[in-house]
């Protein structure tokens, strides 16, 4: 008997039509770990229940003892978390990391499976260990394990974090939202996910105030109720849309355009040759020439650390030189090995990802090292001549509801096959 494994297929041609974005996947997984702080329902609309980490969410959530139920792109989350303890066997995801915290901040104890996700540079735990700390938690490894005790509740303090970290910034939000007295967060990473959580978070009975990048302030409170929340749409998505529709020389108006997300990244986009045609609700784009960029990541509103794999296809088919420089991973640029089996010139230098635009692409089998080096594989698949076959393309799914079938939908030639 063979062995057979699924990849994706991708053959060459432009998309056109019009989509409608999901919820971000970024503030959906974010507004599931809030439900832990309350006993009472938390209701979500817009929320991209096909993606497969909010999938492995929802199912941890009932570990833990809550009720989830699903109604299409709505999420209900109610009753009462019954163990401090979540024993986890399957795929584990990078937002366990706050379900640790939010457990904490309820129960004063925690366990809960070290993070999964994308292994993109030196993503450890070690920022969110040292926000618990700080509210007076002990933590300590156990096999597998991520564990933390407090002595009653957990207790305001300044935190001073060292990097601008999403993931640390909203550790520290859910975890101080409970504790005693108030908890300052110097030097956030203030992201719309993050504006959204807080915003949740006080429709919850929270007490937080966001004084931009300088500060947060969190007045602990003593419990949270329910609440009901319309998620904001996905500004990866929508990027990676208009950069596939750019690239193959398609038409295609996006629904739910989060622009004044995006203000950086189209500045860049629109003075290298990308067309776009505001509408009152959608933007539509077409026509475009690509013109070599010139990049360098940092913390919002600059270019997510993200969105440079899906920049570095635009990149490819421009004519001409562009630089990319990562400041938060600078070895995320695997993806680009990957780029030169379909003919994409590059080398890095520095720490810098150097693209000769202009070349022809070519379908061929590749790799996908992680969810978005996937979609930049799947994009630059719609340019090259010929067949490309993408293994590891099973995680686009946790980051892209339906993206498969939304490009289908758009006239992309791309599918799940078995291959020997």
Not at 73 to 84: Q, Y
Not at 343 to 371: K, P, R
């Amino acid at each position: 008997m063979t062995n057979k494994k699924k990849v994706l297929s991708v053959t060459q041609g432009s998309i056109n039509g019009k989509v409608k974005l999901s919820g971000a996947k970024n503030s959906a997984l974010k507004l599931q770990t809030a439900s832990l702080l309350t006993d009472e329902e938390v209701y979500l609309t817009n929320f991209p229940n096909g993606l497969s980490d909010v999938t492995i969410h929802n199912e941890m959530l009932k570990v833990l003892g809550k009720s989830v139920e699903i109604n299409g792109d709505r999420l209900k989350v109610s009753g009462t978390i019954n163990t401090n303890e979540l024993i986890w066997e399957g795929r584990s995801i990078r937002n366990t990391l706050l379900m640790w915290g939010a457990i904490l901040a309820r129960e004063g104890v925690s366990k809960v499976p070290l993070p999964g996700g994308c292994k993109i540079g030196e993503r450890k735990y070690d920022l969110h260990q040292v926000v618990l700390e700080k509210l007076g938690a002990k933590v300590w490894v156990e096999g597998d394990y991520l564990c933390a005790e407090s002595d009653g509740r957990l207790v305001g303090t300044d935190i001073h974090l060292p990097m601008r970290s999403t993931g640390a910034t909203e550790n520290a939000i859910l975890s101080s939202s409970l504790a005693k007295g108030k908890t300052t967060i110097w030097n956030p990473h203030v992201r719309p996910e993050v504006i959204e959580l807080v915003t949740v978070l006080n429709k919850m009975g929270a007490k937080i105030t966001v004084r931009g990048n300088e500060s947060i302030v969190v007045e602990g409170v003593e419990t949270l109720h329910g609440t009901t929340h319309n998620v904001m749409p996905d500004n990866m998505e929508a990027l990676t849309y208009l950069v596939a529709a750019a690239v193959t020389d398609g038409e295609v108006e996006i629904e739910g355009f989060p622009y004044e997300h995006l203000e950086v990244p189209m500045i860049f986009l629109e003075s290298s040759g990308l067309k776009v045609y505001h509408g009152p609700s959608s933007i539509i784009t077409k026509e475009s020439n690509c013109y070599p960029l010139e990049i360098s990541t940092g913390p919002y509103p600059g270019i997510n650390s993200d969105m440079q794999p899906i920049l570095a296809v635009y990149a490819s088919v421009a004519k001409g030189m562009s630089k990319i420089v990562d400041l938060r991973f600078p070895d995320r640029f695997g993806y680009a090995e990957q780029l030169s089996k379909m003919g994409v010139s590059t080398d890095v230098v520095n720490n810098q990802l150097i693209i000769y635009g202009g070349n022809s692409l070519v379908g061929t089998e590749v790799y996908a090292d992680d969810l978005r080096a996937g979609a930049a594989l799947l994009i630059a698949g719609l340019v090259a001549k010929g067949k490309t076959l993408i293994s590891n393309a099973e995680q686009i799914e946790r980051g892209y509801e339906n993206f498969i079938g939304k490009l289908q939908s758009l006239g992309a030639k791309v599918s799940w096959e078995e291959v020997e």
